[in-house]
């Protein structure tokens, strides 16, 4: 026998001719619409062969378990292709032009797909046997699938709601509300009973511009009687918070949809919408715990993915009050992945097996509802006009939008009051250059200069994957560090010890410095709008920005995530400004040691700035608790846990060890020289 060609082993003219809009060939811009709209169904008709092929074999008990995890491994991956696919066609067919070929292929409707339907079979006949005798490995992967099949159908469903609005489907159903309610557990399977024909069945004119119809929330609105479950939550921001919160709210509403403003990658990078994200970020030992407890195993992932992980101040050379601090002093461990590694391991873990939707290039514009009752949002595609506004309905609208978050906009456009806003801002600015180098001397891994009141300059020098040390530099607001190569490098000098000048004259650049200056302390009382924020949920930096040199921003967001989390334990959800006090109390320690320090800093301005003679008093005590940091264990181990985030402030004043050191011992003077272990 001839060995067959490549078109004639695929059969490509069979499956290329197959193709045939039911547009005029003449009017070729809508036909080619069509033809898009016909492709991803046959396409997905094919995936989907595959996966029942997949769920077939295991059904028929032919698997063992590597086969098993094998197979349903592969359906997943199909399914989530099929999602892709629908995505595809959101963001690519036009609404106007669907609206008029929809028409022609009259009462047709993806309900009839017999494929579907022993999908939607299959699945759960699996998925309902899956605690009963199957191993927990087994049943988690049939989780993954169940996730999958309900990301496509969610997915499918805002499809249904862009492209319909309320419009009646094809099918004869009421279109998006049927399939709402399917998802909500309605029944599969069969074909629904045709509604009454409403005034606008399909006849009705396409509408060839101005804003789309609502979009359909996936459920209906929330019954009012059952305060255990968020119908449909709303995250506004995609990136560590946004996502760490989505997670946690998954597990108490039928449907949370992200709305992110960039696209995401496949691999790590740095994105347009975090633009803090070229800098060095720290992960304290309390983000890593909360971390751990929210997604375990992700710090082993993190781990083999290249991530440092370093002992404080065991393997760096911490210079504070003047000193460097004894590394025999006591240690606590903290992380050093890039930014952009954390990020993409959070999301990858926080996306995968959820029922969490992701929309990417979609940027929120503004709140629905009135002040006091907050009802989703509004949205567009990104760069495109107004003409793509949409309204998306929710039951809890989470802004994790990140420092330059515009809610106290978006409230008072409403007639609403946004929040009193605290600021302690000391102008510090940044520059941050990524260097290959061979390790500083005496088994150090990195430096951090802590800058304070008599001591303006500021370093952290710190390894990260990939064989790369991160540098940041830092200064007053009339002195930022230079971010041209030569003038970074020479700022360095200006440090109170010459070690990071020498060892970076050995470095060699691999990027070009790159400046940071919005590094003011900045929090919003959102959690002081009582019911005027009902529906509104304010997280991460949109909430409490913090000065960076203290490190502490993304551990904040995991321990808000895990208090949130804590929150929500009771069963019953509670209404949103308890849960918005509960994440303002996880984020309180951060704020004041970071305004705490910031304060006394000249040229420190800003409503919250401490000012006063008891003010004074403290920041005079502090000082002498600084001073002791390098020579004592006692006070160098309280003080790093509160840096840490681990304990909060108030026990370097209540803590009897630390008080007694502070107050009646003079402060132990450590050697010049960097620190050896
Ligand atoms: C220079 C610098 C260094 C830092 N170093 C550290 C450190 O060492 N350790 C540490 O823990 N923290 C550090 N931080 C703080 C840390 O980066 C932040 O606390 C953290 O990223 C906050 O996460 P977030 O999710 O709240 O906001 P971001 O990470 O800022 O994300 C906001 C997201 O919202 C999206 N978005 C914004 N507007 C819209 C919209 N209208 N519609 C849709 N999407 C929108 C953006 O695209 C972005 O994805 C540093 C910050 C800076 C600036
Ligand atoms: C413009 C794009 C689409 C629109 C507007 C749309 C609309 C609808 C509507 C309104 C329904 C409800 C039944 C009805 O009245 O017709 C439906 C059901 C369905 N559609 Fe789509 N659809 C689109 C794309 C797709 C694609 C690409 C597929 C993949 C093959 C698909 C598969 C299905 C399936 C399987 C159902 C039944 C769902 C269930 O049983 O819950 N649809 N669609």
């Not at 390098?630 to 846990?641: F, M, S, Y």
Request: some cysteine; hydrophobic content about 35%.
């Amino acid at each position: 026998m001839p060995h067959p060609t490549y078109a004639s082993y695929l059969r490509l003219d069979e499956l290329l001719s197959s193709q045939q809009p039911l547009t005029p060939p003449e009017q070729r811009d809508l036909s080619d619409s069509e033809r898009l709209f016909i492709v991803v169904h046959q396409a997905s008709e094919i995936l989907l062969s595959q996966v029942l092929v997949d769920l077939g074999h295991i059904d028929a008990g032919r698997c063992g378990r590597s086969c098993f995890t094998h197979r349903v491994d592969r359906a997943v991956r199909l399914v989530d292709a099929l999602t892709g696919q629908l995505t595809l066609l959101r963001r690519t067919l036009r609404r106007e032009d669907f609206l008029r070929f929809r028409d022609r292929f009259g009462t047709a409707s993806g309900l009839e797909s017999e494929q579907f339907k022993e999908l939607f079979l299959r699945v759960r006949r699996l998925t309902r046997h899956a605690g009963g005798g199957r191993p927990p490995e087994e049943a988690r992967h049939l989780g993954e699938l169940d996730d999958a099949v309900r990301r496509w159908r969610s997915t499918h469903l805002e499809l249904v709601g862009h492209m319909l609005g309320d419009l009646p489907g094809t099918g004869e159903t009421s279109g998006g509300r049927f399939l709402a309610a399917r998802l909500d557990g309605g029944p599969a399977g069969e074909r629904p009973a045709a509604p009454p024909p409403g005034p606008d069945r399909g006849d009705t004119p396409a509408p060839r511009s101005g804003p789309a119809a609502p979009v359909p929330s996936a459920s209906p609105a929330p019954s009012p009687g059952d305060p255990n479950r968020l119908r449909h939550v709303v995250v506004v921001g995609g990136s560590v918070a946004g996502l760490l919160t989505a997670h946690v709210l998954a597990d108490h509403a039928e449907r949370v949809t992200v709305l992110e403003r960039d696209h995401y990658e496949d691999a790590p990078g740095p994105r347009a919408g975090v633009p803090q994200s070229r800098h060095t970020h720290v992960l304290l030992t309390s983000g890593m715990n909360a971390l751990d407890e929210l997604l375990p195993g992700l710090l082993t992932e993190l781990t083999e993915a290249g991530a440092p992980r370093l002992a404080v101040p065991g393997d760096l050379g911490v210079w504070q009050a003047g000193q460097w601090i004894s590394r025999r002093n006591p240690s606590a461990p903290i992380m050093t992945p890039s930014r952009p590694l954390l990020e993409h391991r959070v999301r990858r873990r926080v996306l995968a097996g959820s029922r969490i939707d992701v929309r990417t290039g979609t940027e929120v514009t503004g709140l629905l509802g009135r002040p006091g009752h907050i009802t989703g949002v509004v949205v567009r595609d990104r760069g495109a006009g107004h003409h793509t506004r949409q309204d998306l309905t929710a039951d809890l609208v989470v802004d994790a939008t990140g420092r330059a978050g515009r809610t106290p906009q978006w409230l008072a456009e409403l007639g609403g009051r946004p929040p009193a806003e605290e600021v302690v801002d000391t102008g510090r600015a940044y520059a941050t250059c990524v260097f290959h180098a061979d390790d500083p001397a005496g088994d150090l891994r990195g430096f951090y200069i802590v800058p304070d009141a008599g001591q303006p300059f500021g370093a952290i020098v710190l390894p990260a994957e990939g064989d790369r040390w991160l540098v940041t530099l830092s200064g007053p607001r009339d002195q930022a560090p230079p971010t041209d190569p030569e003038g970074f490098a020479d700022f360095a000098d200006r440090l109170p010890h010459p070690a990071v000048h020498k060892w970076l004259s050995t470095a060699r650049p691999v990027t070009r410095p790159v400046g940071y200056r919005h590094t003011a302390n900045r929090r919003r009382r959102y959690d002081r709008l009582g019911r005027d924020g009902t529906g509104l949920l304010v997280v991460g930096d949109a909430l409490c920005a913090l000065n960076p040199v203290y490190g502490q921003g993304l551990s904040v967001a995991a321990l808000s995530a895990v208090a949130l989390r804590k929150e929500l334990a009771g069963g019953r959800v509670p209404p949103a400004h308890a849960l918005q006090r509960a994440v303002l109390r996880s984020s309180r320690p951060a704020w004041d040691v970071a305004t705490g320090a910031d304060s006394p800093m000249p040229g420190a301005t800003g409503n919250a700035v401490r000012s006063g003679p008891v003010a004074r008093l403290l920041d005079r005590y502090l000082a002498r608790v600084r001073d002791r940091v390098p020579g004592d264990p006692v006070v160098c181990t309280a003080n790093r846990d509160v840096l840490f985030l681990l304990t909060p402030p108030r026990t370097l004043l209540t803590s009897p060890r630390v008080l007694r050191r502070a107050l009646l011992t003079t402060a132990v003077p450590t050697p010049r020289d960097l620190p050896t272990p």
